[in-house]
């Protein structure tokens, strides 16, 4: 019977010492004759010329059968018997030198001779009289033997040549390599590819470089990740998920979020107004996949959507064939295209990416009576998946699932851990699915987590995932560091990542191409072409940054408080909230590193943390103006009342303004009328003031000087169409009449018209839009029983630049010209008494 092994001797050095590495010798045995063979080479396995090899690479690659002996083929020697071999040198001294120096002979005599095969012994076991060829039929037949293991060999190069991964640290090789043998006997699993990597490095630099390299993604190939995302929070945590994929990217991304209606409502709005180029966003909705998951008890924190990722095959266009679905926390630390090339080394069934769940969770240890679902070994993770789609679909994966959760739930009752048990629970009845993830593409942080061993620097991190319900408060060695790089993308500044890809044809964005027209017709040598440009500037927008909830009234007279603010008037959120119990829609304009301080200000705030009725929205800081009226603007579209009273944030309204001002919705008929109801403003020059509860007590601290109309002293004209005099006697609303430069704090219908956006910063912002109330015919209606109290602060920049600075004043009154034009050309006639009465004050 022919077969071929493969023998082994200690190389010495020089000096005597045992170099521990291995000779690889070919013999074909047939009965009692022997010819020496040379082998084809590998990546790290070099058989060629009898270079020399690792004893421990050869070994390991053979116990985690990377090496698999192909049928009457190559045949190893068991890895532990090769080992001791290889350390043994004085007992088989005199057989290594035999076999080394015979092969080098024997090449010689075939090379230089006439091609005719002599016997050589090459044991002094063998047969002296024994001829290797007896005559030209046996030679050929040899040969042609000789021919057919040359190409069983290669076939085994082909095997195991597979694209080198980045090299893993020594002593994570024996440890992940038992591990996965574990999981799967399918060639190409995560820890595999690191021993690869790991054995060609120890063979040699011009071994390495022979070796296939690693698949690449094509530059403008597009990667497609998949996000499930609902609810405020979710929305929010998945955007340091964005920020880190985008900061590394160097391809066009395409994600696709399974959403809940607010999710989508956040998160498409944000990528509106981000505009970050080669990004392609589709929303699907989760709320029509719940009936295929909600039948399924489930513990997890998540939710019925914790269990969304089992139907993506369902959720996601057919034509989808692989995708990388990503929890929202997580956190890349490198460039998505690297995990996205990974697809190319998926073998035979593999469907499934995923990496080793880094806790004992599935061994059942944690605790007494802890009883995990069935997992294979310590089971995945399955924060992040690489997922073959097209061939799920093929292999029935619906079905699949839904029998084995059925089954599993028969016993288990309900999951722990939502879409996490049942993807192991199929995994452990079909090890065949699943490509083993090296551990760093998701270096898990939940307590009793083993994920130190999966790094030794920060060059080994490529996703973090904060799979605690502590978040960031877990428990690690490194959390500290592991902290700061999640902050880094937490507090980034979003708009450095509207980055071109350069040389990639991307989808024409219509609303990105009229912008840049827009913006190539101004002059910029315009001495006001800052405050034209500001008026098309894009601002990256955050819708309902924080939980937000609100119940319609059944009598349709709600009213929502309208404000803007920065950073510097935070301190007035609170006041505000005890003085308005009703909903309130605030637009902040704030840095990425500011909103997250107003985060954590808010949930540091117990009065903030008791309403679940305001809704913070974040437009983030662009150019070098305070846009206020786009503020204004982006609260009053979030407005989900009928009516909405426009107010500014440094004003403290009354006690139980919110319920008088409900109770005159139906008084004044505001339904069916237009009308903007006028709350007369009062302030005070005192820091600490005893709020007057009524408008008696109001009148008294008038009289004795505590309060003040405002700004009696320096504009006056903004608020004296109010007619305080007849405000202090007044019982009854009454009418009065627009005038230049009027600029009250009303309550209208929310379709009244928006603010304009060409004013920013200080200056004719109020009064601009109460004009076009005017025009459009509204009624200014003053309420005797309303008044709201200005509280004093430090001057804002932009009221010092208007006052410091005599080009904003001029550019300032450039564009009140320009508004006073668009106006008489959108009202006409009705129009020229605004002219009028600019030119008169």
């Not at 058989?47 to 002996?69: D, F, G, M, N, Y």
């Not at 020594?170 to 996965?180: E, F, I, L, V």
């Not at 769940?357 to 294979?376: E, F, I, M, T, V």
Request: hydrophobic share 40%; net charge neutral; aromatic share 10%.
């Amino acid at each position: 019977m022919e077969r071929t092994q493969i023998q082994q001797l200690d190389k010495h050095s020089p000096d005597g010492s045992v170099s521990g590495t291995l000779a690889i010798i070919a013999l074909i045995e047939s009965e009692d004759t022997y010819l020496l063979l040379p082998l084809q080479r590998c990546c790290g396995l070099n058989v060629t010329s009898c270079k020399t090899v690792p004893c421990a690479t050869l070994a390991s690659l053979h116990s985690r059968q990377e090496v698999a002996p192909p049928p009457d083929s190559v045949l190893f020697a068991h890895p532990q018997r090769m080992l001791g071999l290889c350390r043994g040198r004085r007992k088989f001294l005199a057989f290594s030198l035999a076999l080394l120096f015979i092969p080098a002979l024997t090449w010689l005599y075939l090379s230089v001779g006439n091609f005719q095969v002599r016997h050589l012994p090459l044991s002094p076991l063998e047969p002296q009289s024994s001829p290797l060829i007896g005559g030209g039929g046996e030679r050929q037949a040899l040969e042609l033997r000789v021919r057919e293991v040359e190409e069983e060999n290669r076939a085994l190069r082909r095997e195991l040549s597979q694209p080198p991964h980045s090299p893993s640290h020594p002593h994570q090789t024996g440890h992940h390599g038992n591990r996965s043998s574990t999981h799967s006997n399918e060639e190409g699993t995560g820890d595999n590819e690191n021993q690869r990597a790991a054995a060609a490095a120890a063979a040699g630099g011009s071994n390495g470089s022979e070796c296939a390299q690693q698949p690449v993604v094509d530059k403008c190939e597009t990667i497609h990740v998949a996000i499930v995302c609902a609810g405020y929070n979710a929305s929010r945590d998945v955007v340091t998920l964005v920020k880190s994929v985008l900061f590394h990217r160097r391809n066009p991304l395409h994600f696709h979020f399974i959403t809940d209606s607010i999710a989508q409502r956040i998160l498409a709005s944000l990528f509106h107004t981000w505009m970050v180029p080669a990004v392609r966003v589709d929303f699907y909705d989760a709320d029509e996949l719940k009936s295929e998951v909600s039948w399924i008890p489930n513990k997890h924190y998540s939710g019925i959507y914790g269990l969304m990722k089992l139907v993506l095959t369902k959720a996601l266009p057919s034509d989808l064939k692989q995708v990388i679905v990503l929890d929202t926390d997580i956190t890349f630390a490198t460039d998505i295209a690297e995990l996205w090339a990974v697809f190319h080394k998926f073998k035979g069934q593999q469907v499934l990416g995923l990496v080793e769940n880094q806790s004992d969770w599935y061994l059942g240890n944690l605790w007494k009576n802890h009883r995990p679902w069935l997992a294979l070994g310590r089971g995945f993770n399955t924060g992040v998946i690489l997922l073959l789609l097209d061939r799920l679909r093929k292999l029935r994966w619906e079905q699949m699932w839904r029998l084995t959760a059925e089954r599993e739930l028969m016993s288990m009752l309900s999951t722990s851990l939502a879409d996490q048990d049942i993807f192991n629970a199929v995994i452990k009845q079909n090890p065949f699915l699943v490509h083993q993830l090296p551990c760093f593409w998701n270096v898990q942080l939940s307590d009793h987590t083993r994920s130190e061993k999966c790094y030794k620097d920060v060059a080994d991190l490529k996703v973090i995932h904060w799979n605690s319900p502590k978040k960031m408060r877990v428990k690690n060695k490194h959390v500290e560091f592991f902290r700061n790089l999640y902050l880094t993308f937490l507090e980034y500044d979003g708009n450095l990542l509207r980055r071109e890809l350069f040389g990639c044809p991307s989808e024409t964005d219509h609303n990105s191409e009229n912008l840049q027209k827009t913006l190539s017709e101004l002059d910029e040598d315009d001495p006001c072409y800052e405050f034209r440009r500001e008026r098309f500037t894009v601002h990256r927008t955050h819708l309902y940054f924080l939980h937000y909830e609100y119940e319609p009234s059944a009598d349709n007279t709600d009213v929502t408080l309208v404000a803007q603010l920065s950073m510097d008037r935070l301190q007035m959120l609170e006041a505000i909230c005890k003085h308005w119990e009703g909903p309130i829609s605030l637009a902040l304009y704030l840095s990425d590193a500011e909103a997250q301080q107003f985060l954590r200000y808010a949930q540091g705030s117990e009065v903030l943390m008791s309403r679940s009725n305001v809704g913070y929205h974040i437009v983030y800081k662009e150019g070098q103006f305070y846009p206020v009226n786009l503020l204004r603007n982006v609260a009053m579209r979030q407005v989900n009342t009928p009516y909405m009273f426009l107010s500014d944030i440094d004003f403290l309204p009354m006690y139980g303004l919110y319920e008088y001002l409900r109770k005159s919705v139906v008084q004044l008929d505001m339904a069916s009328t237009k009308k903007a109801l006028v709350v007369p403003a009062f302030e005070t020059l005192r820091y600490r003031l005893s709020y007057p509860k009524s408008k008696a007590e109001l009148l008294s601290q008038l009289d004795m000087g505590t309060l003040f109309t405002f700004r009696y002293h320096v504009w006056t004209k903004g608020h004296a169409p109010t007619n305080f005099a007849k405000w202090r006697t007044a019982t009854t609303p009454y009418r009065v009449q627009w005038e230049s430069d009027f600029e009250p704090y009303v309550m209208v219908r929310r379709d009244s018209p928006e603010y304009d956006r060409r004013f920013v910063g200080f200056g004719w912002n109020k009064v601009a839009h109460i004009m076009e109330l005017d025009a459009q015919e509204y009624e200014f209606i003053v309420l005797p029983n309303a008044y709201m109290i200005h509280m004093p602060h430090a001057p804002s920049f932009d009221i010092t630049k208007f006052r410091s600075n005599k080009q904003y004043r001029v550019c300032l009154k450039m564009l009140k010209e320009e508004f006073q034009q668009n106006m008489s050309r959108r009202y006409g006639f009705a129009a020229l008494k605004y002219m009028t009465a600019e030119n008169n004050s």
